[in-house]
């Protein structure tokens, strides 16, 4: 199985969080999987149609995800290296990777259904993870969590995703460092935008 894949389901489901905003972010999730399922199914050109799909992204998707911690966890130690000209343009290099991948496989997630395990949360927590498990048709379920954020705005974004136990920053962490190692930030910028083209 593909990382890339279930990152994209995992996307999908948190895509329409920001008619839920108020909710308690397990209950957000599930209202957002519910809207983005209805959506799949009442408008299935979206899929068919880039432009589309784009911009169903950018308005519905990019405001519920921090890009600039994901990206930060995923440089690691290696963040404090860049000028910020660098992690502004890393931030953006690595959000379009992952819209890009997220939308490559945004079909796979409407015949998927969604289970919700309790959510362990304190009235005061601002830090907390909340953990599905996606049902494929074949009857095969891959746990993804969301580790989610309250904002100063209030509200809730998701920084990781764990996918069936492999964190989307951790994962990204090991080619980053490498690069960064070898080459150089500029080079893990190019090779991002490598990629991203």
Not at 106 to 127: E, G, H, S, V
Not at 160 to 185: K, M, P, W
């Amino acid at each position: 199985m593909k990382i890339a894949h279930w990152l994209s389901v995992a996307f999908a489901a948190l895509s329409f969080v920001s008619a839920h905003a108020n909710l308690a972010p397990d209950a957000q999730v599930k209202a957002v999987a519910t809207d983005v399922t209805q959506v799949l199914k009442t408008d299935p050109s979206v899929l068919g149609n880039p432009a589309k799909l784009r911009d169903l992204i950018e308005v519905k998707l990019l405001p519920n995800f921090d890009f600039k911690r994901m990206t930060q966890l995923a440089m690691g130690r290696n963040w404090a290296r860049a000028t910020p000209e660098q992690q502004a343009e890393l931030t953006r290099e690595f959000q379009t990777l992952l819209v890009r991948t997220y939308s490559g496989a945004l079909a796979n997630f409407r015949n998927n259904t969604i289970d919700y395990k309790p959510l362990r949360m304190q009235p005061n927590d601002t830090d907390v993870t909340v953990r599905t498990v996606v049902n494929q048709p074949n009857g095969q379920g891959i746990p993804i969590d969301y580790s989610m954020e309250k904002g100063a705005d209030g509200q809730w974004r998701a920084y990781d995703v764990v996918l069936a136990g492999v964190s989307l920053v951790t994962n990204y962490r090991d080619e980053f460092n490498g690069i960064v190692r070898d080459q150089g930030v500029d080079a893990l910028v190019k090779q991002l935008q490598a990629k991203n083209k």
